[in-house]
């Protein structure tokens, strides 16, 4: 894991956290954005967790240009910042983000919330999905038909799990939902991410909401 963090003594929280766990090992610090992209492609981490706020490029930023490297393509991006402001929340997912977190999270849901990202699924607090919605509900899609039209690619059961979890349901929770186990949802999601050229599964959310398969108030939000 990469930790990128303009702030010394965070970091060293960070990844006192993170070699606490059995599973998990930090392999380089950042204090930048610039340095981030760097280190990530110099070791080749499976997560980034990446702060926003940053001198000189930002968290975002950085997100975007990990995100848009083929080589770095097997590279998650976990946002952990102060700051759960709705255009923070979009961007970071427009940026590929994988995760969006509050710096409030409790440690075991933060090692939780890296395990999650790390195995490709998209992971959102639900401030940040509140966020998510209240700007897809501002932003609504200007061509309707032509949304309408990415999800012809998709079966009806693809259609359904993506829109389960856009809500904000997990796969397990999706799986006791449509009675199916958890590996038969996992490969709906793959096979929805494939036809839509989704990088990941918060990619595949942000769809959901951009074509209206998913509506506020629809679903519960169980996670």
Do not use: W
């Amino acid at each position: 894991m990469l930790l990128a963090d303009d702030q010394t003594l965070i970091r060293a929280g960070f990844r006192a956290l993170i070699d606490s766990a059995p599973d998990m090992v930090v392999v380089g610090e950042a204090a930048t954005g610039a340095h981030a992209v760097e280190l990530a492609r110099s070791t080749r981490c499976d997560v980034v967790l990446m702060d926003i706020r940053m001198p000189g490029m930002d968290g975002l930023a950085a997100t975007r240009a990990i995100t848009a490297d083929e080589d770095l393509a097997g590279v998650r991006v976990l946002i952990l910042t102060t700051f759960e402001i709705d255009e923070y929340v979009f961007q970071a997912l427009r940026a590929g983000a994988s995760g969006f977190l509050g710096k409030d999270v409790e440690p075991v849901e933060l090692l939780d919330a890296v395990r999650r990202v790390e195995q490709g699924d998209a992971l959102l607090s639900p401030v940040a999905l509140k966020g998510l919605i209240a700007n897809f509900l501002a932003q609504p899609d200007a061509n309707p038909l032509a949304a309408s039209a990415r999800l012809g690619a998709l079966t009806a059961r693809e259609r359904e799990v993506m829109a389960l979890a856009g809500a904000g349901l997990g796969n397990d929770a999706i799986a006791e939902r449509l009675f199916v186990a958890p590996l038969t949802v996992k490969t709906h999601i793959n096979r929805a991410m494939v036809k839509l050229g989704a990088r990941d599964r918060a990619q595949l959310v942000v769809i959901a909401y951009q074509t209206g398969l998913v509506s506020p108030g629809e679903f519960p939000e169980a996670r």
